[in-house]
């Protein structure tokens, strides 16, 4: 089955980085489970309460830059957390980052601090230009 982005999700997509968007609409058209796009680009401010309720660990998050996405599995009109999903949408996301030779890493294959709805553009092939200050 073919799935596709809904408003919402398209939406958040948008402000991201074009590389990270075209991975994630190939991805989309390719998964065998269906998800929806969580958060995109963040607000220090956003991210300063993430960090503080232990849902982040840093301040220097890709998703500040519209570097980085989460996903939820979308499974009968619902986010659910199961990990085998992301499993799933994580074979998706890496196909279509191959077939556009675009890199892309997943914190589910982090070491510490596994973060199974995100992906990001890797910092050493998307550096920014200029650190915020």
Known sequence: MAYQ???R???RLSPLHPDLIKVMKRAIEITAVDFTVLEGRRTIERQKTLLAQG???TMRSRHLTGHAVDLGAYVDGRVDWSWPLYHKIAE???QAAA???IPIEWGGDWKT???GPHFQLPWS???LEQEAA
């Open 9 to 11: 999700s398209l939406k």
């Open 55 to 57: 849902a982040s660990t």
């Open 113 to 115: 601090f596994k973060d």
């Open 125 to 127: 092939d998307y550096p």
């Open 99 to 101: 077939e556009l030779d």
């Open 5 to 7: 982005f809904g408003k």
């Open 92 to 94: 998706a996301v890496k």
